[in-house]
């Protein structure tokens, strides 16, 4: 099974800054991986998948990069929605499918 | 508008059953692999079960292998979960998501609770 690990677990950052968050696989996923948004109370939202393309309606702001085990999800101008946990999960080797920890961006 | 509505969670006791359903519209169900996801409270995300789209498929978790039987209706756009034999760890909400390898539409989730 293929272990996802997130960092930071929080990222404290301003609305208008940058985030950037980080997911390592335990071993090498491809361009197999993904990302999710969730909100409280909310189900998670698809926001990037195959590393870099953004789901639809997801705005340019957001953006994916990496292959292999190194993936990073940034996001250059933090703006109040935009506050959430973020969960990377991969399928190169399914099943089963599996997720991060997340990364909780919050209000700095 | 494509939406998946799931139902039937609830407070059981330990090694009880209970049977989770998702009504599916919007999309052509009969062509989608389906997909259980759960979290547990204040937790993250696990992937529980899939299956294909004619039914002939299934894959599961470890930890629920043997307890949790996923099947679907097509003729009713319908997904289901049955869980059997459940476990205090089996708390979570769930949710029903279209899409095998990375789920791209989510319901909003049902909680099961497992306690004595």
Redesign the interface.
Known sequence: EIMLTQSPATLSVSPGERATLSCRASQSVSS?L?W?Q?KPG?????LI?GVSTR?TGIPDRFSGSGSGTEFTLTISSLQSEDFAVY?C?Q?NN?????????TRVEIK | EVQLVESGGGLVQPGESLRLSCAASGFTFSNSWM?W?RQAPGK????VA?IKPDGNEA????SVKGRFTISRDNAKNSLFLQMNSLRVEDTAVY?CAKG??????????TLVTVSS
């Open positions: 197999n993904v999710y969730q909310q189900a998670p939202r698809l998948y789901a969960y999960q399928f399914w099943p089963p499918l599996t997720f991060g920890g997340g | 997909t996801v993250g995300l696990e992937w899939n894959n599961y978790v470890d949710y095998a390898r990375y789920p791209d539409v989510w319901g909003r989730g």
